[in-house]
Nanobody, 115 residues
Framework: QVQLVESGGGLVQAGESLRLSCAAS????????MAWYRQAPGKQRELVASSTRDGSTNYADSVKGRFTISRDNAQNSVNLQMSSLKPEDTAVYYCYTVYGFRDYWGQGTQVTVSS
């Protein structure tokens, strides 16, 4: 069983920055993929950014150049640095990982960007 604990959401104005953090409850296991998803009201959950243990990253087109995902493999933690935020980035952001063929999600953290 892996628990993911997120922090760092909040209310900001357009153009500002936020940093989200997520840590897995177990740091003695080897986790390959860690990612951030988001879900806006009335919309499907979508992938924002993902990171593999070897450093490969992937970003949604809508956040390329503005968001940066980073991780600490030893701690099984992942961060999402969000810059130049836009109102359309408003959503609940979820940390995600997969381990032992099971998906694990964080509880979600609200990010609200006002115009």
């Amino acid at each position: 069983q892996v628990q993911l604990v997120e922090s760092g959401g909040g209310l900001v104005q357009a153009g500002e920055s936020l940093r989200l953090s997520c840590a897995a409850s177990e740091n003695r296991i080897v986790i390959n993929v860690m990612a951030w998803y988001r879900q806006a009201p009335g919309k499907q959950r979508e992938l924002v950014a993902s990171s593999t243990r070897d450093g490969s990253t992937n970003y949604a087109d809508s956040v390329k150049g503005r968001f940066t995902i980073s991780r600490d493999n030893a701690q099984n933690s992942v961060n999402l640095q969000m810059s130049s935020l836009k109102p359309e980035d408003t959503a609940v952001y979820y940390c995600y990982t997969v381990y032992g063929f099971r998906d694990y999600w964080g509880q979600g953290t609200q990010v609200t960007v006002s115009s």
